[in-house]
């Protein structure tokens, strides 16, 4: 039995984006992204009362790289990891694992526009600062989509992988804060993962999520007193 706790539009999409890739029978338990996830409960699940916990083989999973590397590890027919002794398992663990930073950005800038319901709460040389450390990661999937043998379709060479997932799932988050403006093979590869039909299934319905709105600018630089 597969059982993955879920909240829309967090990390744990990435792990809903991987099961529906797997092909693997499981089942969904959405939660709301609030003070239910520090539950006695739930804290049992995921002892940090986030999102996601996977329960899996009679055991529990928390830490969404630690469950793509599993799942891929106890999939492998699947193809979307890379198993010790491939080629590119150097480069698969740098890629997946950078999806988280990539998210600690994202993380920041969600606090910052929609988790402080108060403007005085905010800082908005924090939002400007961490846009641009976003953007900064943009670039970097950029040059590895630039690879040596020209413009690849996904980050690994050799093809679609979970590091396609994981990178592309903060990406879509990040896109609330930072566009791809700039980035046209980010832009690309972004187009063509998100249209799978395992990336589709992973989204929430409309209207359910943490994010009102498409964009969230970062207020604009004040003056300089005198």
Request: proline share 7%; glycine share 8%.
């Amino acid at each position: 039995m597969i059982r993955l706790h879920h909240a829309h539009q967090t990390r744990s999409m990435r792990s809903l984006w991987l099961l529906h890739e797997l092909g693997v029978d499981f089942e969904l338990a959405v939660r709301p992204f609030d003070g239910s996830l520090r539950s006695e409960a739930y804290l049992a699940l995921n002892p940090a009362g986030r999102v996601p916990a996977l329960e899996i083989d009679g055991a529990c999973m928390f830490e969404t790289g630690a469950i793509a590397e599993y799942l891929c590890e106890r999939f492998p027919e699947a193809g979307l990891g890379r198993l010790p002794g491939d080629a590119e398992r150097m480069e698969w663990l740098v890629w997946l694992h950078f999806a988280e930073t990539i998210t600690q950005h994202v993380a920041i800038l969600t606090q910052q526009h929609v988790m402080l319901y108060e403007d005085h709460m905010r800082s908005p040389t924090l939002m400007r600062l961490e846009a641009k450390r976003l953007a900064k990661a943009y670039g970097a999937l950029e040059g590895q989509l630039n690879g040596p043998e020209g413009l690849r379709g996904t980050l690994l060479a050799s093809g679609f992988s979970v590091c396609d997932i994981c990178c592309g799932q903060a990406v879509y988050a990040g896109q609330h804060y930072a566009t791809l403006e700039g980035y046209p093979a980010v832009q690309a590869w972004y187009k063509r993962i998100t249209a799978r039909p395992a990336f589709r299934k992973s989204l929430p319905p409309e209207g359910e999520g943490i994010y009102a709105q498409p964009f969230y600018p970062a207020p604009e630089k004040p003056a300089k007193p005198g």
